[in-house]
Nanobody, 124 residues
Framework: QVQLVESGGGLVQAGGSLRLSCTAS????????MGWFRQAPGKEREFVAA????????YYADSVRGRFTISRDNGKNTVYLQMNGLKPEDTAVYSC?????????????????WGQGTQVAVSS
């Protein structure tokens, strides 16, 4: 079992930055692809970013590419999401997830473990 705990959310003005962290316990994350997803009120949960377990390939949703950066520190069993240039439409609950197979990092159903989420609110 893997337990994932997100932190770093909060309220920020448009144009500001936040760094989310996702720390795992129970098992090392070094063999898992890691993803960030978000769910805004009244909307479906959507893919934000992911990073592979091996050589650290990164993947982004078009809506965040160039503003968000995903990274991982396997030694700390932690994945980060650096969010710059935040917009009101980035307001959502952000959740991290771990996928052992790495078969499709864009697909929610392929992830094995999920955190509880952290709230990000961006004011205009």
């Amino acid at each position: 079992q893997v337990q994932l705990v997100e932190s770093g959310g909060g309220l920020v003005q448009a144009g500001g930055s936040l760094r989310l962290s996702c720390t795992a316990s129970g098992r090392t994350l070094s063999s898992y692809a890691m993803g960030w997803f978000r769910q805004a009120p009244g909307k479906e949960r959507e893919f934000v970013a992911a990073i592979s377990w091996s050589i650290g390939n990164t993947y982004y949703a078009d809506s965040v590419r160039g503003r968000f950066t995903i990274s991982r520190d396997n030694g700390k069993n932690t994945v980060y999401l650096q969010m710059n240039g935040l917009k009101p439409e980035d307001t959502a609950v952000y959740s991290c997830a771990a996928q052992y197979s790495g078969i499709n990092v864009y697909s929610q159903r392929h992830y094995d473990y999920w955190g509880q989420g952290t709230q990000v609110a961006v004011s205009s």
